[in-house]
């Protein structure tokens, strides 16, 4: 099983409600990531998990709030997002937190717009 | 500073035809390159990824090159298909920590 999923594919929200988005890989990777892409840009890191520690946090604002429960899982909670906020939220997966030839597997990506 | 560049930024092919597409990077220390495909609204998918020591990787009709000298790389695309109409993102992975450096992709259209 090669396959991250993300739940749900798209999301409207307001600017004061609080939503989740779920990630969830079980192909035993330690390392699970969060990226934000806007419409004809590359993905932007957000946030890196390691051994279900946070360990990279690209300086976001805490209206996004990850969370790793358990290896295979990612959360990212949100609260009181602005409209630019709305993206194709994107999480990966890949072996180790380290350098090597390992490669990072992204989910389909949730769709989020913020009204 | 890491940097990836990619050119063309946008291409248009006719359905049948080969194109190539090319990435240079500045990363350092270099630990392995990746060419991604990504639909629009979807995540990236893995083509090929290549390390230090390899020149060339093929699946498929994708095939990339990496000339680790001059910090390039390229991906040729045989027989073209309407269903290559994507985006193709050159990423570059540092040896140190979580270092994926993304490039900003080339947009191919394959027209019939």
């Known amino acids: 099983d090669t396959e991250v999923t993300q739940t749900p594919k798209h999301l409207v929200m307001g600017m004061t409600n609080k939503k989740s988005l779920k990630c969830e890989q079980h192909?035993?990777?330690?390392?699970m990531y969060w990226y934000k892409q806007k419409a004809k840009k590359p993905p932007e890191l957000m946030f890196v998990?390691?051994?279900?520690?946070?360990?990279i946090n690209e300086s976001v604002p805490s209206r996004f709030s990850p969370e790793c429960p358990n290896s295979s899982l990612l959360n990212l909670h949100l609260h009181a997002l602005q409209p630019e906020d709305s993206a194709l939220y994107l999480c990966?997966?890949?072996?180790?937190?380290?350098?090597?030839?390992?490669?990072?597997?992204f989910g389909p990506g949730t769709r989020l717009t913020v009204l | 500073k890491n940097q990836v560049e990619q050119s063309p930024q946008s291409l248009i092919i006719l359905e049948g035809k080969n194109c190539t597409l090319q990435c240079n990077y500045t990363v350092s220390p270099f630990s392995n390159l990746r060419w991604y495909k990504q639909d629009t609204g979807r995540g990236p998918v893995s083509l090929t990824i290549m390390t230090f020591s390899e020149n060339t990787k093929s699946n498929g009709r994708y095939t990339a090159t990496l000339d680790a000298d001059t910090k390039q790389s390229s991906l040729h695309i045989t027989a073209s298909q309407l269903s290559d109409s994507a985006s193709y993102i050159c990423v570059v992975r540092s040896n140190y920590g979580q270092n994926f450096v993304f490039g900003p992709g080339t947009r191919l259209s394959v027209l019939p």
């Open positions: 998990y390691s051994y279900e520690k946070l360990s």
């Open positions: 990966a997966s890949s072996h180790i937190a380290g350098g090597g030839p390992d490669t990072q597997y």
């Open positions: 192909m035993g990777h330690r390392a």
